[in-house]
């Protein structure tokens, strides 16, 4: 039981950083959330899903910006304490349901981008490969 809660705060850890690091990069680009402050605003998300997976269907992307609102909504409305506690389950949430609108390969494509979000440094390289010179 500790190993899968300290599992999941890896997860919900490595997602909130990979969004971090998105919304430093958009930032740069000229086209972070208003503010700069806060999460990615849905629209901004299903733009960064449509990136990692391929193009989506109309269909998907409505259902998957529907998602993405209803977990806006639920963060908004916690504490900051209650975002450490409850805000990685919302999100784990609502990557469940996103995962599951999606074709088999693009759900490979989702897994991927969700394993680098967490970081995907096994073996202490950092993810990188060393080139031979």
């Known amino acids: 039981m ?5 599992f999941i705060y890896a997860v919900a850890f490595g997602a ?3 969004t971090s690091l998105l919304q430093a990069q958009e930032q740069k680009k000229g086209r972070g959330p ?15 899903l449509e990136q990692a997976v391929g193009s989506l269907t109309a269909d998907q992307k409505n259902k998957i910006k529907a998602i993405y609102e209803k977990a806006a909504e639920k963060m908004q409305g916690l504490s900051q304490e209650e ?9 784990q949430e609502s990557g469940r349901q996103v995962r599951a609108l999606l ?7 989702f897994d991927e981008m969700m394993a680098q979000a967490r970081g995907g440094r096994e073996g202490g390289s950092g993810g ?4 031979d010179n």
């Open 2 to 6: 500790k190993i899968r809660r300290l």
């Open 16 to 18: 909130m950083a990979g």
């Open 34 to 48: 208003g503010g700069g402050r806060g999460m990615s605003t849905p629209e901004q998300r299903l733009e960064r």
């Open 83 to 91: 975002r450490r506690e409850k805000g990685m389950e919302i999100m």
């Open 103 to 109: 074709t088999p390969d693009q759900q490979k494509k």
């Open 128 to 131: 990188r490969k060393k080139q």
